[in-house]
């Protein structure tokens, strides 16, 4: 992390749309050896820096429910601490699940319904999602993604350097935003269209074969390792602890999953940790 003006390392302000997985981000970092303070009234976040003597391990959760909240408030306070601001966001439909299967109020609807609690919410925030250094999108992960993403990011940084995440994704389930690099390969031929290989995925070997085949597709992985290789050393020198590689197809079970698994194997060889998420592999159309 970079030192603030103050020349005090920057502290966390986690916030974020309610239901989005705010809580569960604090108790993670918490896990990470972060000193966590949830729902803090935002005009005592400045007294809190000035007697923390090192607030690199700091992070403050402020949503809806804290004293003082607002997006100017959030801005102005992490622009005057030099913070680190992370957003935790999150689908709609999802949001709308979360707090129908748990029966929570939404803390801006406490007399309307949960959506246009939502809806109010992600307007009053947009300036703050757009400020943000890092957003992090819950709406596909279990809490077992979401501690990768973390530990990534935030976790004391071990002898293998950067961690690798490789997701394989549908684009016609949306972009993941939290992807640093993303790749098409909806170019190769489609296994979707092979009776035989419709019910499989990426993961078994006659699909691999078949892919494989393309000619198209044996140049396209030469020319990404040849791209991905040198850039690995650039983002390290940067301070980065964690870049997503995001490959994607029409659907995310078969093109996207085997070059995820085919580049995996190959990064496998460099002393990087490497993380592999099939965002859509069981989603079948």
Same mark, same amino acid.
């Given at each position: 992390?970079?030192?603030?003006?103050?020349? #005090?390392?920057?502290?966390?302000?986690?916030? /974020?749309?309610? /239901?989005?997985?705010?809580?569960?981000?604090? #108790?993670? $970092?918490?896990?990470?050896?972060?000193?966590? %303070?949830?729902?803090?009234?935002?005009?005592?976040?400045?007294?809190?820096?000035? *007697?923390?003597?090192?607030?690199?391990?700091?992070?403050? !959760?402020?949503?809806?429910?804290?004293?003082?909240?607002?997006?100017?408030?959030?801005?102005?306070?992490? =622009?005057?601490?030099?913070?680190?601001?992370? %957003?935790?966001?999150?689908?709609?439909?999802? $949001?709308?699940?979360?707090?129908? =299967?748990?029966?929570?109020?939404?803390?801006?609807?406490?007399?309307?319904?949960?959506?246009?609690?939502?809806?109010? =919410?992600?307007?009053? $925030?947009?300036?703050?999602?757009?400020?943000?250094?890092?957003?992090?999108?819950?709406? &596909?992960?279990?809490?077992?993604?979401?501690?990768?993403?973390?530990?990534?990011?935030?976790?004391? @940084?071990?002898?293998? /350097?950067?961690?690798?995440?490789?997701?394989?994704?549908?684009? @016609?389930?949306?972009?993941?935003?939290?992807?640093?690099?993303?790749?098409?390969? @909806?170019?190769?031929?489609?296994?979707?269209?092979? #009776?035989?290989?419709?019910?499989?995925? !990426?993961?078994?070997?006659?699909?691999?074969?078949?892919?494989?085949?393309? *000619? /198209?597709?044996? !140049?396209?992985?030469?020319?990404?390792? +040849?791209?991905?290789?040198?850039?690995?050393?650039?983002?390290?020198? *940067?301070? #980065?602890?964690?870049?997503?590689?995001?490959?994607?197809?029409? !659907?995310?079970?078969?093109?996207?999953?085997?070059?995820?698994?085919?580049?995996?194997?190959?990064? &496998?060889?460099?002393?990087?940790?490497?993380?592999? +998420?099939?965002?859509?592999?069981?989603?079948?159309?």
């Amino acid at each position: 992390m970079q030192e603030s003006s103050n020349g #005090k390392q920057q502290p966390l302000i986690i916030t /974020g749309l309610s /239901g989005a997985g705010i809580s569960s981000v604090l #108790k993670t $970092l918490e896990d990470l050896g972060f000193e966590v %303070f949830d729902n803090f009234p935002i005009s005592l976040i400045d007294q809190l820096i000035e *007697e923390t003597p090192d607030s690199s391990k700091l992070a403050i !959760g402020v949503d809806a429910r804290s004293r003082g909240f607002s997006a100017q408030s959030i801005i102005n306070t992490c =622009e005057n601490i030099g913070g680190r601001l992370v %957003f935790i966001t999150c689908d709609q439909d999802v $949001l709308l699940k979360r707090f129908s =299967e748990t029966r929570r109020l939404h803390p801006k609807a406490l007399d309307k319904p949960v959506i246009s609690g939502i809806k109010e =919410e992600q307007a009053m $925030l947009n300036s703050v999602a757009h400020k943000a250094d890092l957003t992090i999108d819950t709406s &596909d992960f279990s809490i077992h993604d979401l501690r990768h993403i973390l530990e990534g990011h935030f976790g004391t @940084r071990n002898e293998q /350097g950067m961690t690798i995440n490789l997701m394989s994704f549908g684009f @016609r389930n949306g972009l993941p935003r939290e992807a640093d690099i993303v790749m098409d390969v @909806r170019f190769v031929k489609n296994p979707h269209w092979d #009776k035989e290989l419709r019910p499989l995925s !990426g993961q078994d070997k006659p699909v691999g074969d078949y892919i494989e085949e393309d *000619e /198209g597709f044996v !140049g396209f992985f030469e020319n990404l390792k +040849t791209l991905v290789e040198p850039l690995i050393p650039k983002y390290e020198t *940067e301070g #980065k602890n964690y870049l997503t590689i995001a490959i994607g197809c029409t !659907g995310g079970r078969h093109r996207s999953v085997y070059t995820v698994e085919k580049l995996a194997k190959w990064l &496998d060889a460099m002393p990087n940790g490497v993380h592999v +998420t099939h965002r859509d592999l069981n989603i079948i159309a």
